[in-house]
């Protein structure tokens, strides 16, 4: 590419040669999506000659484009766990959706400064429109639902906890915790998301102040237990001023009893937060959508789209029915700000960010070009080959030790119960590359967990997950 300007003038290249720079890189794409499923998983990794190659660029002078994204993909091939592989079966990293890649390429090109309405008002109302649709679709009234996108589920939460403090002691923003008379305390389930730990540290109310609750015996969270612990924790002179409830646990996939603990809250005053990052997809699925019963009695929801919603990283929601609340938590004038726009709401002043990226992008082209309809019909084909996996998986021999509908399938091995088998297990699978599965603790059991999170994934990777499972028993036993 000789006649590719370099150096500053690289910043913006004449016509022909960046159309042929996005011709390539559009190539490149095209190599990835349709030669995924024959590369591994994950392969292990040569920690010094990874950082060999990477610190060959000393950005000392201008290097060609082509070659410098050539040698980095091959980077990526070489040195990721490809959550984009249809037989990644981990966490809640999903392949993400072409109009989702497409969504986030226009958000660069246009850069949207999402602080100020009336700096993008386009964007500003698309991820508006978006919040009063997941919002609606959640139980809440659609003309209510306030919010933010947020990079992900845990600046929602966090966002969560900032709007409850607010509101539970309305001098918390102006005097923080020196104006209780007490400490703060919240709950969550044992099984929850443990970024509640970080929370509380930068909230100020300590890490001590997070009380994880026992779970039950279908692994949600212990509503009778907990009682006793705000009981408790009252008597002792603390102060419980928030419950979360998990819609969609990460290591087992379960929902929390959601109108118990709205209940349990009403009568104790307490507030009520929804961890439905991954688990609040399901809303879009007629058949999957009743799981999810109760939630629309949370004060704020979390939801993640960069989960089931398969939109490419971070693209994290905090929904709620309390616009005044959260302006109440984030407003803040200042003279170099442009003024409000009449019946319009600046992004900065209800979220925890200031200037950010237009994260709503990517959702609101997918869903748009996708349909609920088609969203839903791919959750439901997800449930149905967890299912088709759960019947396999107890055919030969192992024992599901998980309840929910959601295509989270946590599994153990009756003949050998430890932690070490279960570990071997894992790790002999995804070290031969063929699957992407990790050992998981439930309530203390060793056990291991598949979730059913991307699109390409098809009933003959299902059946390859079993045979490598069966496979490494056989090699640990």
Partial sequence: MDDLPVGRASFDPPRQAAERLWRHVAELFRDERERIAERAVSAPVDVPHLRAAI??????????????????????????????????????????????????????????????????????????????????????????????FTSGGAEANMTAVLLALTRTWPRYGTEGLRALDGRPVMYASAESHL??????????????????????????????????????????????????ATAGTTAAGVIDPLHELADLCGDLGLRLHADAAYGGAAALSDRLRPALSGIERADSITLDAHKWLSVPMGAGALLSTDAE????????????????????????????????????????????????????????????????????????????????????????????GTWEHHDAIAHQVVGGGRAWISPVRLDGRAALRACVISHRTTPADVDELVQAVNDARKAAA
């Fill in 195 to 244: 970024a509640w730990l970080k929370i509380a540290h930068a909230t100020g109310i300590g890490r001590d102040a997070v009380r994880l609750v026992p779970t039950g015996p279908g692994l949600g969270l212990d509503v009778p237990h907990l009682a006793r612990s705000v009981a408790a924790d009252r008597a002792n002179g603390d102060l419980p001023f928030l419950v979360v």
């Fill in 55 to 148: 610190g060959a660029y000393d950005f000392d002078r201008p290097a060609d484009p082509e070659a410098v994204i050539d040698e980095v993909a091959e980077l990526l091939r070489a040195a990721t766990v490809h959550t984009t592989h249809p037989r990644y079966f981990g966490l809640f990293n999903p392949t993400p959706t072409l109009m989702g890649i497409i969504g986030e390429t226009l958000a660069a090109a246009f850069n949207p400064q999402l602080a100020a309405w009336s700096h993008a008002p386009a964007a500003a109302e698309i991820e508006a429109h978006l919040l009063r649709f997941l919002g609606g679709r959640l139980g809440y009234p659609p003309e209510s639902v306030a919010g933010s």
């Fill in 325 to 416: 609340g959260l302006a109440e938590t984030f407003r803040v004038t200042t003279s170099y700000m442009p003024a409000d726009v009449p019946d319009t709401v600046d992004p900065y002043t209800s979220g925890q960010q200031w200037s950010r990226r237009f994260m709503g992008l990517k959702l609101f082209l997918s869903l748009a070009v996708a349909g609920r309809a088609g969203y839903a019909e791919q959750f439901e084909h997800d449930a149905r080959l967890a299912d088709d996996l759960r019947g396999a998986l107890a055919a030969t021999g192992w024992d599901i030790v998980n309840d929910t509908p959601l295509p989270v399938v946590c599994f153990a091995d009756p003949d050998n």
